[in-house]
């Protein structure tokens, strides 16, 4: 069984160097194999793949351009990897899973330095304070022990955000753990107001946005956001009137700073539901539901988009998926016309005229209960569901 760890390192400067030097040489190659397949397509030529636009790289197009020789001056298979990146980009279009690829911009991107073993025989070795990575050697780990001593790693990469580095690795691990002692299931209801109603507990998940402490970091944000946009609008007019006061160098440190700012919001809202997740888990159902939203269809609502976005609600079905396989917990989704709130969990009866501002669901039969506890147990008791 496949399982990827992620934590943060301490590299030198001059691994730090080697680093950028390599997610910008990835970066770059990423996007002339875009730009070379756009230019195949005008002229009616065709496609051409990763492996072929590889091999025109290095015996064809380096040899004869001597001013582009840095490309070969960096981890060679971290530069094979973000052409292979490219070509399952163009392969998602052509499938019409995805959108057409778009060139990755420097201040802007999802670019990382790739390593893998370079033969069958070598071990990619890992102790509990360092582990050590082609090209650059013994690196340390902060969260010492985290990643396991033992296990074989297969492949890995090395990201950059906001000043701090990060390695994710990927790890070769015996069949995991399976519950036995499973108690009856459970249904999630997603929201707004509360970011989850479990059936099984009493108390709902509260918001994690509305807390005092996110409030506190996004007004901060704001602030630094608007000093960002005044050393963008001052470097513009010194460019052309020579009366502005900006750098460059004070842009990219205002620019780190709402870096910081983002990702101090990104690891509390990535925390809260690591912790949720484990109280699900912690509950030992035979199956959790849940209801397959359209969240695209609901960022369309401009008053609503915000918060919405802010809940993480994909990020929230993809752990909690994780868990599930890793535990032998069975993964309902029902479809998400399947009205859960709008059914009386009682006695079955449909209310049409439920509006969206009524919190407490009464029905005919004398049943009331909270709007959102009510759709949980609808969820749980859905006899139509897919398994995810």
Known sequence: MLRSYKTEINPTPEQIQVIKKTIGVSRFVYNFYLAHNKEKYKNGEKFVSGMEFSKWLNSVFVPG?????????????????????????????????????????????????????????????????????????????????????????????????????????????????????????????????DFAVVSGIDKPFKNINKTARVKKIEKSLKRQQRKLSRK????????????????????QKQVLKVQKLHQIISNIRENYINQVVNSIIKQKP???????????????????????????????????????????????????????????????VIKKDLKLSDRMYTCECGHKMDRDKNAAINLKNAETYRVA
């Open 286 to 348: 035979r199956f959790i539901t849940i209801e397959d939203l359209n969240i695209r269809g609901m960022m369309k609502n401009r008053h609503l988009s915000r918060a919405i976005a802010g809940q993480n609600f994909y990020r929230f079905r993809v752990k909690l998926a994780a868990r599930c396989i890793r535990y032998g917990i069975e993964l309902r989704v029902v479809d998400h016309f399947y009205p859960s709130s709008k059914r009386c969990s009682c006695c079955g």
């Open 65 to 193: 351009h001597l001013e582009y020789s840095w490309i070969k001056q960096v981890y060679a298979k971290s530069v094979k990897q973000s052409i292979m990146n490219a070509e399952k980009a163009y392969k998602n279009f052509f499938k019409r899973l995805s959108e057409f690829p778009r060139f990755k911009k420097k201040n802007n991107q999802d670019v990382k330095m790739y390593f893998v073993k370079n033969d069958k025989k070598m071990i990619i070795r890992c102790e509990r304070h360092r582990i050590k990575i082609p090209t650059l050697g013994w690196v340390c780990i902060k969260e010492k022990g985290y990643l396991p001593i033992k296990s074989l790693i297969k492949s890995g990469t090395i990201s950059e955000k906001a000043g701090r580095f990060y390695v994710s690795v990927l790890i070769e691990e015996e069949t995991s753990f399976v519950s036995t002692d499973l108690n009856d299931g459970i249904g999630i209801d997603l929201g707004i107001k």
């Open 232 to 251: 963008y609008e001052s470097f513009k007019k010194q460019n052309k009137t020579k009366g502005g006061t900006a750098t460059r160098q004070n842009i």
